[in-house]
């Protein structure tokens, strides 16, 4: 156990300093520093680039990076809650005072491909049809979302469950490929699509 002082114990009291958001800014720091110090030495950048390339790194660091990794925002709601924290914390790296700017070049149709409802949309699209291509009846492998009714013709159904259907890159990019398919719009005329499933 940690030693007492003043009725609180070591473990007690380092508990208390990291929680303070300007003690972890701070200890960053310094490790970033250090971590700048070290690759500046040519020596140390030449025994771990070595290192990596050889693929020196044990099972277990191997095992532990792959699964930091896949746990990573895996769920698109907290990647997206995430997201929006960082833009509170950070307002000046959205939108124009971004460095990454490009004066607003992304169409809707990419920020809505990009967004989170998208991908939780894409995700219930597989999970309903047990990650199986409706067409070939293949389970797993590249998977793709198709919207039965067009995106850019049915806002309204962009991220409805039931406007999807789950195709492996193959017959997704067959079905596309078809011109003689054709659908009713709303209002009951008809539209060149892919296939009616």
Known sequence: MGQKSLGITSSERAKQTWSKPEFRQKMSLI???RQKRMWKD???RVKQTER???GKQ???FKQNQS?????RFSDPIEREKVRLI???INPHLTGPDSPGWKGGVSTENERGRKSASFRMWRNSVFKKDNWTCQKCYSRGGKLHPHHIKPYALFKELRYDVNNGITLCADCHRELHSRKHCILEDKDGSTIRT???F
């Open 52 to 54: 990596f390339k050889a």
């Open 42 to 44: 040519p020596e140390y």
């Open 31 to 33: 490790a970033s520093e």
């Open 194 to 196: 892919s296939e009616k």
């Open 86 to 88: 960082l833009i509170q």
């Open 58 to 60: 044990t099972l277990s």
């Open 67 to 71: 699964r930091a990794q896949k746990n």
